[in-house]
């Protein structure tokens, strides 16, 4: 279970829970729960919380701010315990990672937190498999109430297959002016589960090509990123969860004006409060269609 905002006040002792440190926004408590039809173990090795069911697992790890460990390092050695567990464990092939990032924006030490995250992320990567490139899983990556990095997962023992947007470049091949290692994640994730497939996009914002479009324009952020999520080849419509991250609780009511016009209600829409990984980004959105 995946437990949005503050604390619950009647938690489920039947699910494991994994906490998102980020204000809810049109809505009190939210869950999101992830089901399996055959029996799942759950428990915890090292900092990685987890479940599975050996086919496919569910895990989550968080690490506070250090003083004496940077960002970046944190980043790799996180993700390093997190492929080593998954490789013990049979389920290698990550499939969408949501990684979540306090003061995202700041610059400590002379980089940019999340550029410092990406620089330690993408080593880990790298270090793990020389070509990573094609095999990235899906991703988010925004801000955090909570000092410090926290990421939860999903992974099979099977690969899904990688996407790429052709309104967008590949993230991993983004030009050197957005930080000294390019963020390591794909559009999307398809994922054939034998009797029906499921496309998890990735967190996708109001870039074209590589650049940021219509800097401080809501509206038109929004706009520009339906279009880069219907840009990506799916046979389906039907998505059953969206989740909207706004840098600013003032643009809710407008943002759930366009998306009651643009979605026609398909799915469920989660809105949350966080910061986004561009300073000049206002929304990003994501979403997981079933087919
Ligand atoms: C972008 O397209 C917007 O670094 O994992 C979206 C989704 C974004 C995931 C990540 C970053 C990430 O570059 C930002």
Redesign the pocket.
């Known amino acids: 279970m995946i437990h949005y905002g503050a604390a619950l006040s009647h938690p489920d002792p039947a699910y494991p829970r994994v906490c998102v440190p980020l204000e809810t926004l049109a809505a009190n408590e939210l869950v999101e729960i992830w089901e399996s039809d055959s029996p799942v173990d759950s428990g915890r090795s090292g900092r990685i919380q987890y479940s599975t069911n050996g086919s496919v697992t569910f895990g989550a790890l968080s690490c506070l701010d250090s003083d004496t460990v940077n960002l970046e390092t944190q980043t790799r050695e996180a993700y390093k315990e997190v492929f080593e567990f998954l490789g013990k464990l049979g389920c290698p092939h990550l499939l969408r990672?949501w990684?979540h990032l306090s003061e995202i924006n700041r610059e400590q030490d002379r980089l940019e937190r999340?550029r410092a995250f990406?620089k330690g992320?993408f080593e880990a990567f790298r270090d793990c498999n020389p070509f990573f490139e094609r095999s990235l899983p899906a991703?988010?990556?925004v801000g955090s109430q909570q000092p410090g990095l926290c990421m939860h997962f999903l992974a099979t023992s099977e690969p899904g297959t990688a996407q790429t947007n052709p309104r967008?470049i590949d993230?991993w091949d983004?030009p050197e002016s957005y930080g000294p290692r390019s963020?390591?994640?794909s559009r999307a994730m398809l994922k054939n589960w034998g009797d029906r497939q499921q496309l998890y996009i990735?967190?996708?914002?109001s870039?074209v090509g590589h650049e940021t479009a219509h800097k401080g324009d809501i509206r038109k952020q929004v706009q520009e990123t339906l279009t880069n999520i219907r840009a990506l080849e799916f046979p389906s419509t039907a998505p059953s969860l969206w989740k909207v991250y706004l840098r600013h609780r003032d643009d809710l009511s407008v943002v759930q004006e366009i998306l009651a016009e643009e979605l026609e209600a398909t799915g469920r829409v989660i809105f949350l409060h966080a910061d986004?990984?561009?300073v000049d980004?206002l929304v990003?959105i994501?979403a997981i269609f079933n087919a």
């Open positions: 990672v990684n999340y990406c992320r991703a988010t990556a967008q993230a983004y963020p390591s994640f990735a967190g996708t914002a870039i986004i990984c561009r980004l990003e994501e």
